[in-house]
């Protein structure tokens, strides 16, 4: 059987995944081929006809298409809650009631669209609820055979904003959810903005910015509480709309004037400064107490019992909370999807579809599965590109690029097939020495053009990783934060934060034996089996997809070096 699954029922994030006989055989973000992060407002036309191609499949070939966005009943909390709570707003409060799945049907017309323009005419449309594809993007693909609790924690999906269920012989079961406004994602991206970031971007940088401030200096726990098992969020403050919103140039946020009154004025400009670290690091840890709670009151009982848990949604990719989940007392093992925003609802949508007709799914393996490039395309590129490149082929791509590196050179590193999700994973970075002094700053300031208190990931060879993380727990996805052994700080300083962690990547020869291959030659050059490793793109920009991409990008910025497979282009 073949399943298609396509995302972008937010206006955001759109992707598709294709799954044949259970096992996903390709997915991708409409992003990357469009070159318009996070492709607002567009639908996954480019990611499918990518994933169609990949499979060698045709469209009439296909049995389902899944999409991440259903209808809600007015039989069911949803859309009262949504209108109890928004009663501010009489337009929106009656029209989740009257007219609660316009946001559906539009969605719908607009797949059932791009299913007739891409020749899907066979193809059964099935709509998956958001957060149960969220679920099923965590549970199906962890390859955990045991009871699993599965926790969602996102900005919103229809009207869901949290979801708390488990997984038993392949079924996903619903114990709680919580509805808009009373959204823990949704409160961390208002104060996101409040931080001068965008929503869907600068929450990683709220989390990075988190480890220099300290969380007891002011108190935000006025914005949320959690109380005999239910969430409630503070809509005086946060998580608003119409005329609550605070307005800046025209623009409305998800905060109200009373937060500004009480906070100060909004935050400007790249520094990180008194007193916007201690909010930061407040918010972080109201939204790790919060969370924490909640897994406990739903979950608790179920994590005694098998020590499972997996995890999507966007709150998943909080590196710090997931951190702390790890050190439960009960937890054995977390599984975080790494496309755990809704990009990756796509590849949820799908398994669970496929999961409904029957069909058993198969373990994720690993995130590598975009397009990949041979070498004749790479130099057809360089060949073809106005800025005339310097390239030579190489024999040993990896010992060359880590003999690169191990001279202090930061690297642009392209090769194999593009990751799917946020992280970089060893196919699309820009890699450097976390032992040479200086290089994380160098790549901010010349390359990446951003913040430069923001934190750089270490990539290391499975056999040291317990070493340097103090653990097995595997961490194939950057999805986690470490303590970093005290003996490895000065080894690797480059990619050790603020706080002493580190969000790492566990590399194995297994899933990426060319990436294994370069790290094993710096360590032989270097001594330390570990590269600093940040995805291939500019700030504000998608990451890298193909090799026109990658020399855009080479000639946009300061780099010297780039790899694409084994060609290597330099700048005279």
């Known amino acids: ?27 991708a973000e409409e992003e990357r081929f469009i070159r318009d992060k996070h492709a607002k407002n567009h639908w996954p036309y480019e990611a499918t006809k990518f994933c ?3 499979a060698s499949i045709t469209p009439d070939q296909v049995d389902i298409v899944a999409f991440p966005y259903a209808e809600i009943p007015l039989t069911s909390a949803a859309r009262w809650h949504y209108a109890k709570r928004y009663w501010y707003a009489p337009d929106r409060a009656l029209d989740a009631i009257f007219n609660g799945n316009r946001r559906f049907r539009r969605n719908r017309d607009k797949s059932l669209k791009l299913m007739r323009d891409l020749g899907l005419s066979k193809a059964k449309f099935v709509p998956v609820e958001h957060h149960l594809a969220h679920a099923s993007s965590a549970y199906h693909l962890s390859g955990f055979k045991e009871k699993t609790a599965i926790v969602g924690i996102d900005g919103k999906g229809e009207y869901a904003t949290t979801f708390f269920g488990y997984g038993e012989n392949g079924k996903i079961h619903k114990i709680k959810e919580f509805y808009d406004p009373d959204s823990l994602g949704g409160l961390y991206g208002a104060i996101t903005e409040y931080l001068g970031f ?5 929450e990683f940088k709220v989390m990075g910015m988190a480890p220099y401030g300290d969380p007891e200096k002011y ?16 809509t005086d403050y946060v998580n608003v709309v119409g005329l609550r919103r605070y307005k800046e140039n025209g623009k409305g946020f998800y905060f109200t004037p009373k937060l500004i009154e009480w906070l100060g004025p909004k935050r400007e400009g790249d ?3 008194d007193p916007y670290i201690h909010y930061a690091a407040s918010v972080q840890q109201l939204l ?15 994590i005694r019992e098998t020590g499972k848990i997996v995890m999507a949604g966007g709150v998943a990719l909080n590196v710090k909370l997931n951190q702390r989940i790890i050190a439960l007392p009960h937890v054995k093992e977390l599984f975080v999807q790494p496309a755990a925003g809704d990009n990756g609802t796509s590849l949820g949508a799908a398994t669970y579809a496929a999961h409904l007709a029957g069909e058993t799914i198969h373990k994720m393996e690993h995130a590598y599965l975009g397009p990949s490039f041979t070498n004749e395309e790479c130099i057809a590129a360089c060949e073809a590109h106005p800025a005339k490149p310097k390239f030579t082929r190489v024999e040993n791509g990896p010992q060359k690029a880590a003999e690169l590196l191990a001279a202090g050179n930061p690297l642009a590193w392209f090769q194999g097939r593009m990751e799917f999700g946020p992280r970089a994973l060893g196919c699309r970075s820009i890699l450097g020495d976390p032992s040479f002094p200086g290089v994380a700053d160098r790549i901010n300031a010349q390359i990446k053009y951003r913040e430069r208190w923001r934190p750089f990931c270490p990539s290391m060879l499975d056999r040291v990783a317990k070493d340097i993380l103090q653990t097995d727990h595997p961490a194939p996805y950057m999805t986690f934060t470490f303590d970093v052994n005290p003996a490895w700080k000065a080894r690797i300083p480059e990619v050790v934060h603020e706080d002493g962690t580190a969000r790492a990547q566990v590399v194995t020869r297994a899933t990426n034996p060319r990436y294994y291959a370069l790290i094993e030659h710096l360590e032989a050059l270097r ?16 990451m890298i997809c193909s090799p026109a991409d990658a020399l855009n990008m080479f000639y946009g910025c300061d780099l010297e070096y780039l790899m694409l497979e084994d060609v290597l282009v330099t700048k005279s």
């Open 1 to 27: 059987m073949i399943v298609l699954g396509l995302s972008g029922a937010l206006g955001h994030d759109a992707s598709a995944a294709i799954l044949v006989d259970g096992k996903i055989v390709a997915a």
């Open 52 to 54: 169609l191609k990949q």
């Open 198 to 202: 965008e929503m869907l971007d600068g």
């Open 219 to 234: 108190d935000l726990s006025r914005l949320a509480k959690f109380e005999n098992g239910e969430l409630v969020v503070n």
């Open 271 to 273: 520094e990180i400064d």
């Open 288 to 302: 790790e107490d919060l969370a924490l709670q909640m897994i406990e009151y739903y979950l608790g009982d179920i």
């Open 527 to 542: 001594g330390n089996g570990v590269v600093l490793n940040t995805s291939l793109n500019r700030r504000g920009e998608p």
